[in-house]
Every structure is written in C-alpha cells, then in structure tokens.
C-alpha cells in the first residue's frame, strides 16, 4: 500500500463515534478523509471541520458531516500532513497553502496527529522553504522584513498568476537554509506587520504516524 494511505488509514483509527474531527489538506489528508468517509458510511457518527475549500468539497461528495463555524470550539482529533518533520515533532507546513486555517484547527485540538511518508523526516527543519502567508496589500515591503531575517523569499505563483490562499492572501516561500531555532523565528515571523500566519508549526503535533514504502508504519 502507498505509505500515504497507510498513513492515513493509521490515523482514522483513533476516531471514535460522537467525536469532533479537523480536517486537514494535501494529498495525505486526502486518504485519512477518504478512510473517514468509509466510516461514515458504515454508521460512524463524527462532525468534522476542514481546513482548506479542497477539504470540505471532498468531505462533502463522501457525505462526511461538517460542523458550521460558529459551532466549532475544541476537536477532539486533527489528523493533518506535513511537509517536514523533526526529531521533536515540530513540522513546516503549507506547501499546499492551507497553513492558516491548519493552524487555527490545530490549535483548537485535543490530539493533533500528523501523518506523513517517511520522506518527510528530517533531522532540522529549512530544506523545504517555509511558507509564509501575507496579505497582498504591499507585500514586497513585507518580503524586504522577511529578507532581513536572511532568507531569500519568492511569491508563490499558480497557472493563472499568483497563488491566492482561501483567505484572499498570498504565499512567500522563504528559504532559511537549516533553521537553528526554529520556535524564535516562528515568533519573529509572527512579529512582522503583514504577516498573517506562518508554516512552523512548533511543539503542536501529538503523534506522528509515518508510512513507509516497504509496508511499515511507525506512530511516535
Ligand atoms: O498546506 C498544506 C498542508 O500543510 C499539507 O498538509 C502539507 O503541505 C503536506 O501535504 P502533502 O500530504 O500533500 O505532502
């Protein structure tokens, strides 16, 4: 089996009936919802709420139950992917640009699980560019602050221009190279006028649940 689906099977067996579930995007999340659609169909009985446009329509054409926003306070599971992993579980998120609202429901999360095939793991964060969610207005100023925490930035583009998130806002991928502290600079991130959230996403994941391709799942 694909280490993803593996992944993503492991994961949907923590759901229980009566419980609350996040939702979260990329092609991993994909075989979790997938696994999750296949209970529902069953008889489960769980709300869910998606982090991403992408997710909910999935969810949806698998009649997954959704909960409205105003009715969302805890979850009690989050099942979610990742881009890169480290040896204390901090990961980068958004290479698909949903790292705003994963972190919203991630904070919100009772046990956050992260699932992933094991070419996700690193031992220090910063191969994979960070994503860094801004808003449009004056975003090259924003770029320039983000450059003086030495890192090369680039907008992200999509076919038909620049990449725009579900919340209207733009992506600046932004190279750090191996991230030394990775909790100081999610902070000076944060501190950056014009930055709306960014893909460090530290001390937040519960367990990792990682396929490999030779069959193995390790949950750690
Ligand atoms: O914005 C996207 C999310 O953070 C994804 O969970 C992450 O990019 C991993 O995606 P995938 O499972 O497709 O590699």
Same mark, same amino acid.
């Given at each position: 089996?694909?280490?993803?689906e593996?992944a993503?099977?492991k ?6 009936p ?6 979260g995007?990329?092609? &991993?999340?994909?075989y979790? !919802?997938?696994?999750l659609?296949? $209970?529902?169909? +069953?008889? =489960?009985?769980?709300?869910?709420? /998606? ?29 979610d ?16 640009g ?10 919100? &999360?009772?046990l956050?699980? !992260?699932?992933?095939?094991?070419s $996700?793991?690193? +031992?220090? =964060?910063?191969?994979?560019?960070? /994503? ?8 090259q ?10 890192a ?8 038909d ?18 991230i ?22 530290i ?18």
């Amino acid at each position: 089996m694909n280490p993803k689906e593996l992944a993503g099977k492991k994961a949907a067996e923590y759901v229980k009936p009566g419980m609350k579930i996040g939702l979260g995007t990329g092609s &991993t999340a994909f075989y979790a !919802i997938h696994a999750l659609g296949t $209970k529902v169909k +069953e008889g =489960l009985n769980i709300t869910c709420f /998606p982090t991403s446009q992408a997710s909910e329509e999935l969810a949806k054409s698998l009649h997954i139950p959704l909960m409205a926003h105003h009715e969302v306070h805890r979850l009690d599971i989050t099942i979610d992917g990742a881009d890169e992993v480290d040896p204390s579980k901090n990961l980068i998120k958004g290479g698909g640009g949903a790292l705003l609202r994963e972190k919203i429901v991630g904070a919100i &999360t009772d046990l956050y699980l !992260i699932i992933i095939d094991d070419s $996700k793991k690193v +031992e220090r =964060l910063g191969s994979f560019s960070v /994503p860094v969610e801004v808003v449009p207005y004056a975003w090259q100023v924003t770029a320039g602050h983000i450059q003086e925490l030495d890192a090369d930035t680039t907008l992200r583009e999509s076919d038909d221009g620049f990449f725009v998130t579900d919340n209207g806002n733009y992506i600046l991928d932004s190279d750090f190279g191996l991230i030394k502290n990775v909790a100081e600079l999610e902070v000076k991130l944060n501190q950056i006028p014009g930055v709306v959230c960014n893909g460090l996403f530290i001390d937040m994941a519960d367990y990792i649940i990682c396929g490999h391709s030779n069959g193995d799942l390790e949950v750690y």
